[in-house]
């Protein structure tokens, strides 16, 4: 399912510092204007509850993750919450084979064609480009150029609507979105005109 979510729509909604109280109107925002992938980072507040909160209230083919997600335990505590995506920002071999074990999709972060084979060996459904601030679209397109067919790569770090063509051109098709979605202090309706840049971005590069 992650796969062709991300086919139709590669944007990924990463809400750090969200609270659970927050959840359900930033939840129906995103979902509203296209997004499909959310993921909360466990150092947020509460972040299980808002994970939980959010499975709960949207509908099935919008994907609930998690995401700086550190420990075996945190896999488990996050397939309890309904999570769906474990997102990590390395490579922890403990984590990926926790997370494939549980069922769950998996984004591992990488920088180098070593993290990035080793994560597809460990079953990665989607590796994180992380941070992408420090990297770029060429380190992209040259991964890609020796990673198997197919192989999803999302950079995160640093996105935003008007850098998301380079790194399509790049090949990239998945993107994660942080601070230049949402941080804590926006109102939904700020969320919402964010949002829509990024799709307007999307659609643009996409069609």
Known sequence: MLDATLAKNGLIAILRGLRPEQAAAV??????????????PLNSPQPLDSIRLLRERLPADCLIGAGTVMTPEQVRQVKAAGGQLIVMPHCDARVLKAAKA???????????????????????DLL????????????????????????????????????????????????????????????????????????????????
Do not use: C
Request: hydrophobic content about 50%.
């Open 102 to 124: 549980e069922g769950l999709y998996l984004a591992p972060g990488i920088a180098t064609p070593t993290e990035a084979f080793s994560a597809l060996e460990q079953g990665a």
């Open 128 to 207: 994180k480009l992380f941070p992408a601030e420090a990297l770029s679209p060429a380190v992209a397109k040259a991964l890609l150029a020796v990673l198997p067919a197919g192989t999803r790569l999302a950079p995160v770090g640093g996105i935003s609507p008007d850098t998301l063509k380079p790194w399509f051109d790049a090949g990239a098709r998945a993107f994660g979105l942080g601070s230049g979605l949402f941080t804590p202090a926006l109102s939904p309706n700020d969320i919402r005109s964010r949002a829509q840049a990024y799709m307007a971005a999307w659609h643009a590069v996409a069609a």
């Open 27 to 40: 939840g129906d925002v995103l979902y509203e204007e296209g997004f499909r992938v959310i993921e909360v």
